[in-house]
């Protein structure tokens, strides 16, 4: 996520990196930025593996990023968003379960997809 904001974002512009605790219940982390944003076509395929554009110039990637990063998410009872303006940067949200210790004993509290 951040290697993508960082690589999506001019010179000049903002990659920032925000930490969420929902009641414990819930972490987030989220990169933001201020870079080219992404059509809706491509965000509907965003986490599909080689839905990537091959950009004249631009850096290569693989196309695999999101994809190995969605899976590995998911394994762990959490889910990834993508929320964009075209123009305007990007945003990316991964959202785990929280694990906490009580008494020495670990649990896990239960995350599905949100609504
Ligand atoms: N922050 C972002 N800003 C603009 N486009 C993005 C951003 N993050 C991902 N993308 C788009 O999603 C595609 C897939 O990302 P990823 O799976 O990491 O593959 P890769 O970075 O190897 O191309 C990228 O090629 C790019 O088109
Ligand atoms: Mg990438």
């Keep these: 996520m951040l ?8 010179v000049g512009g903002t990659v920032t990196i925000c930490g969420r605790n929902n009641n414990s219940e819930t972490v987030e ?3 933001r930025d201020t870079g080219s944003g992404i059509p809706e076509d491509m965000r509907k395929r965003i986490f ?10 631009g ?11 969605r ?7 959490g889910d ?3 929320s964009s303006q075209p123009g305007k940067g990007a945003e990316l949200t991964v959202r785990l379960p929280a694990i906490y210790d009580i008494n ?3 649990e896990l509290v239960k995350a599905g ?3």
Excluded: Q, W, Y
């Design 3 to 10: 290697d993508n904001a960082i690589k999506h974002t001019p």
């Design 29 to 31: 982390i989220s990169v």
């Design 48 to 57: 599909e593996r080689f839905s990537h554009k091959e950009e004249p110039g």
């Design 59 to 69: 850096r290569p990637g693989t196309g695999l990023g999101l994809a190995i990063s």
């Design 71 to 77: 899976r590995i998410v998911i394994s762990h009872g």
């Design 80 to 82: 990834i968003k993508v």
């Design 104 to 106: 020495g004993k670990t």
């Design 113 to 115: 997809p949100s609504s």
